[in-house]
């Protein structure tokens, strides 16, 4: 039998803690205890809660949101941050999660979509940082300017697998814009 | 943080010690310390400033997401926006950006040659790029307000300004917040560890604290001035 999956929820409403606590009840999901609020020591509690699914409700994390998601990432890397959204919340901040669980989805759909969270894209123990050959040829050319329909025809490939690839160098580099994105080119002496 | 936001009634020093950051924002509104017990509302008044105005901006720095309820907007006079955007505009440009730069070129002169040259490229081309787009706000959509504030030739106007979309303002916007967070990015994963420690810790705290700054910039700017300028445009005060 395959173990279960540790979940902690961050969310200060009983009523919806409670929601989402009733419908996982009889999954595969072991709840840890909840927490109402977000501790400064978040990380390292998470390094010894060891969760597999932080389910959290955005408008907690202090800002800057990205640099503490980082930090949460950094601290439990295998996890799966998931926001827990009720209420709006700006969509470039979405991004940043694995998923997004919206309380008015339908309560089957609930447990369904955190297990899929959890199957990982790739196996993060082995998670490579360097740059494929593709993904470097990619980055020269984001560095240099060109948008991704340009890196499509260059290479013969179609804009969604050069959209595929940028997120991708992204994620290993952790670098977004195009101007970083340069410097990162020529500090590993890709470009001149 | 879970929110019950900033009233007039709240001690003054009480706001300011609950999100210190907001000290960055007083000069931006002309406010200066030692205000006693004095709550918002009685240090607004001295200064003759908008309290519903300045809860506002005091709200937004403090929390995250926050903005006015459509009735608190309705209600709010945003004219004195602009002159608080083009404050802050002075403020990046004259004291965050050069307090940044003072310690990137130390940085740089101490990561070697090459390393050196990329770092003053990409914050020189960061720079030329905040100071086009703080001009182009300055220029096509900070009128906008003054204009939708100008009663007087009501039916000329109307329909005919070309109010930006909020979306393209915040393209521009997180492309300057990103290109910070990767400069972070690029300082503590890539650049050589024996660079001046302190140096680079004042470096990064710079960028991240000018990086919040920002977002909660763009947010005033995207959230409440474009929809203000389009509210003032179909329903202009009596």
Redesign the interface.
């Known amino acids: 039998m395959k173990p279960k999956t540790n979940l902690l929820i961050v969310e200060?409403s009983d009523i919806i803690r409670a929601g989402v606590e009733a419908l996982l009840s009889d999954e595969q999901f072991s709840l840890l205890a909840p927490l109402r609020?977000?501790p400064a020591d978040l990380p390292q509690r998470l390094a010894r809660m060891q969760p597999d699914v932080l389910l959290i409700n955005?408008?907690?994390?202090?800002?800057?949101?990205?640099?503490q998601l980082a930090a949460l990432a950094q601290a439990r890397p295998s996890m799966a941050v998931v926001a827990l959204v009720y209420?709006?919340?700006?969509p470039?901040?979405l991004d940043s999660f694995k998923t997004v669980l919206d309380i008015r989805e339908q309560g089957s759909h609930v447990a369904q979509r955190l297990r899929e969270c959890c199957q990982p894209e790739r196996d993060i123990v082995e998670e490579n940082y360097e740059l494929s050959d593709r993904e470097t040829e990619v980055l020269l050319l984001v560095a240099q300017g060109c948008s991704s329909k340009e890196i499509a025809d260059r290479l013969h490939i179609s804009i969604h697998t050069v959209n595929t690839h940028r997120k991708n160098i992204t994620h290993k580099?952790?670098?977004?814009?195009v101007?970083?994105?340069?410097?990162?080119a020529?500090?590993?002496n890709l470009i001149n | 943080m879970k929110y019950q936001p900033f009233t007039s009634h709240i001690k003054m020093a009480d706001v300011i010690a609950a999100n210190h950051s907001l000290l960055l924002v007083l000069p931006r509104l002309g406010i200066r310390l030692g205000f006693g017990e004095q709550s918002v509302k009685e240090v607004c008044d001295r200064y003759q400033l908008d309290v519903d105005f300045v809860l506002l901006i005091f709200n937004v720095y403090t929390f995250d997401n926050y903005l006015p309820d459509s009735s608190t907007f309705a209600a709010t006079n945003l004219q004195p926006l602009v002159p608080y955007l083009q404050s802050s505009h002075q403020y990046y440009l004259n004291e965050r950006l050069p307090h940044i730069k003072r310690h990137l070129l130390n940085v740089a002169a101490s990561a070697g040659d090459r390393y050196g040259a990329i770092l003053r490229q990409f914050f020189a081309d960061y720079e030329k790029e905040v100071e086009d787009h703080f001009s182009f706000e300055e220029q096509h959509i900070f009128p906008l307000l003054k204009a939708a504030g100008d009663t007087d030739n009501l039916p000329q106007r109307r329909g005919r300004q070309a109010i930006p979309q909020s979306s393209h303002l915040a393209h521009n916007h997180s492309d300057l917040v990103d290109r910070l967070t990767d400069l972070t990015s690029i300082m503590l994963k890539y650049v050589p560890g024996d660079c001046l420690t302190e140096e680079l810790n004042e470096l990064v705290f710079g960028v991240m604290q000018l990086s919040s700054d920002l977002e909660k910039h763009a947010l005033l700017e995207e959230k409440l001035l474009i929809p203000y300028i389009r509210q003032m445009l179909q329903h202009p005060m009596p």
């Open positions: 200060p609020d977000y955005p408008t907690l994390i202090p800002s800057p949101t990205r640099l209420q709006y919340v700006e470039q901040l580099t952790g670098i977004k814009s101007a970083g994105l340069a410097v990162y020529m500090l590993h």
